[in-house]
Nanobody, 115 residues
């Protein structure tokens, strides 16, 4: 099993930046893909970004050029750098990890962007 713990959420003004962290533990060697999703109140959960280990990354159109996913393999941690934040980025952000036959989710971290 893999466990995920997110951190770094908070309240920020529009135009500001935040960096989210997601630390993985457990059977981390089985992880092939990690990413971030978000869910705003009254809306469906949507994928923000995904990183295929040893491969490519992808971003939702709404965050391209503003958000960046990165990874510190030594720390089993992925990061989501969020710049030029907008009020519509307000949501609970969830980290995910995928391996063969499983997907795990973190507990979520709240990001609130004030106008």
């Amino acid at each position: 099993q893999v466990q995920l713990v997110e951190s770094g959420g908070g309240l920020v003004q529009a135009g500001g930046s935040l960096r989210l962290s997601c630390a993985a533990s457990g059977r981390t060697s089985t992880i092939n893909v990690m990413g971030w999703y978000r869910q705003a109140p009254g809306k469906q959960r949507e994928r923000v970004t995904v990183m295929v280990f040893g491969g490519s990354t992808a971003y939702a159109d709404s965050v391209k050029g503003r958000f960046a996913i990165s990874r510190d393999s030594a720390k089993n941690t992925v990061y989501l750098q969020m710049n030029s934040l907008k009020p519509e980025d307000t949501a609970v952000y969830y980290c995910t990890a995928r391996g063969l036959g499983y997907i795990e989710w973190g507990q979520g971290t709240q990001v609130t962007v004030s106008s």
